[in-house]
């Protein structure tokens, strides 16, 4: 599904990919771990084509990043960031806009389901994104991610401003799912988990 | 008929005020008396040059002349455009050069043959003075438009890149920094519409009036020219943000860095 074949990407003097390899297929769910600044957010921006390597080749689905399969790829990708960086706007006008610009996606089915869930109060849809706690708007950004149901899930840092037995509860989830997940964390939840394979970069 | 023409010497008197004017500046410790004298000096010479060549193309009143006339005023709006939003003039002259043309051509035109009805179209009476305040007028606003729209995103690069993962659609992900940038650059023509006339006479009236127009001519003219700058600002605000966008972003719809003639690494 997704696949580096020695890669190169140098930013500011530093190298971030020095021939760098992977490969993860259909369905795998991975934990990468690495120290900051090793590339693990960028691998997920070069997926998006928010950055382009240098040299070398990065295949998504077997479509190169071009421009031509840009949007295939990113239709495919359900991207949480680390600082969730969703536009301010009422939450509830913003999984509209959502909606309309997925339409072959589950949101707005089962909303309140997925809300109750993640623990998520219905008072928050009259709330602006910028009015929710750090936790709360983690758990928005995992809640669009269910609602989207994309195939490929990039998730940095998902579970960061969580409580533990909620990170649990997530975790249990999105490594039930059948879907090709990657994750960035220094949670323990992640770890330990039976169904992650861990990807460890030096 | 026509104003009374001012003496070079009586006009010359006027310039006694500035001694006061300069001595006060001195004495506050204000130091702008340098730029203030620069100012003025620039002002005469500039206006004087202005007068010949006016003087020059309303002898001959070529329409050839008279287009080419317009068609570098174009280009240096574009140029202090540019210089002012702290964009690159190489990478962005063409685009907003086209979205400075298109609207004002076709406003001018309109104005001249449907307004004013006039038989000759390049008339350099009417196309310089017009098409100058129309230029004038757009500049702000393109100004306003395209650096609120460029530096809102890149404030907000992370936004709004994260917006294209959501909606997967550029259009989608760059509306609120379009919307917001569009505001600032009409709003403040829309308010002077509304205000015009309760404070100061626009000087386009002022200078028709002593020209020798009946108050009610000169009124029309002002309403049509406000409307006329309306229009074109209107529509060269969003022709410039829509034109520069192949410039101003990459094939991945991400933000361009050297477009920006200061870029911060």
Redesign the interface.
């Known amino acids: 599904m997704i696949q580096f074949n020695s890669a190169y990407l140098t930013r500011?003097d530093k190298k971030i990919f020095d021939n760098f390899n992977l490969s993860i297929k259909k369905n795998e769910k991975i934990l990468i771990q690495g120290k900051s600044g090793i590339g693990k957010t960028t691998f997920f921006k070069v997926l998006?084509?928010?950055e382009?390597l240098d040299k070398g080749r990065a295949t998504f689905n077997g479509w190169g990043i071009s421009?031509g399969h840009?949007?295939d790829i990113?239709?495919s990708?359900?991207?949480l960031?680390q600082?969730?960086?969703?536009?301010n706007e009422l939450v509830r006008n913003l999984l509209e806009?959502?909606r309309e610009?997925?339409p072959a996606s589950l949101l707005h089915k089962d909303l309140q389901k997925k809300m109750a869930f993640l623990e998520l109060s219905i008072k928050i849809l009259d709330q602006n994104v910028k009015e929710l706690s750090g936790g709360e708007r983690q758990r928005l950004g995992l809640l669009?991610g269910f609602l989207?149901d994309r195939p490929v899930w990039l998730l940095d840092e998902p579970t960061s401003a969580l409580d533990d037995p909620m990170k649990k509860k997530i975790a249990d989830f999105i490594a039930g799912r059948d879907r090709t997940i990657v994750i960035i964390s220094h949670d323990e939840v992640w770890k330990q988990h039976p169904d992650i394979k861990i990807e460890r970069w030096v | 008929m026509g104003a009374q023409d001012l003496g070079l010497f009586s006009l010359a008197l006027l310039f006694i005020f500035l001694l006061p004017i300069l001595y006060i500046n001195h004495r506050l410790r204000l130091a702008i008396n340098k730029t203030l004298a620069i100012s003025v000096v620039r002002m005469c010479v500039q206006l004087g040059f202005v007068g010949i060549y006016l003087e020059f193309l309303f002898k001959f009143n070529s329409p050839f002349l008279n287009a080419a006339y317009l068609l570098i005023m174009i280009s240096i709006a574009c140029q202090s455009i540019l210089r002012s939003s702290n964009l690159k003039l190489k990478k962005l002259f063409f685009p907003v050069f086209l979205s400075l043309l298109i609207p004002f051509v076709v406003v001018l035109f309109f104005f001249n043959a449907v307004v004013v009805n006039i038989d000759n179209l390049f008339e350099a009476k009417y196309l310089i003075p017009i098409g100058g305040m129309l230029l004038g007028n757009c500049l702000r606003s393109i100004i306003v438009g395209l650096n609120r729209f460029y530096s809102g995103i890149k404030k907000n690069e992370k936004v709004y890149l994260y917006s294209i993962s959501l909606f997967n659609s550029h259009i989608q992900a760059l509306k609120p920094y379009f919307k917001d940038a569009f505001l600032s650059a009409i709003t403040p023509t829309m308010a002077s519409m509304a205000t015009i006339g309760l404070v100061a006479l626009p000087g386009m009236m002022t200078g028709q009036i002593l020209g020798g127009s009946i108050p009610m001519v000169a009124i029309k003219y002002q309403i049509a020219i406000m409307l006329s700058i309306f229009y074109t600002e209107y529509f060269s605000t969003i022709l410039s943000v829509i034109f520069s966008l192949r410039v101003g972003f990459n094939e991945f719809d991400v933000l361009n860095p050297d477009i920006f003639i200061s870029t911060q690494k």
């Open positions: 500011k998006l084509g928010f382009s421009k840009i949007k990113r239709g990708i359900f991207y960031s600082d969730i960086d969703l536009k806009e959502i610009h997925n669009i989207l």
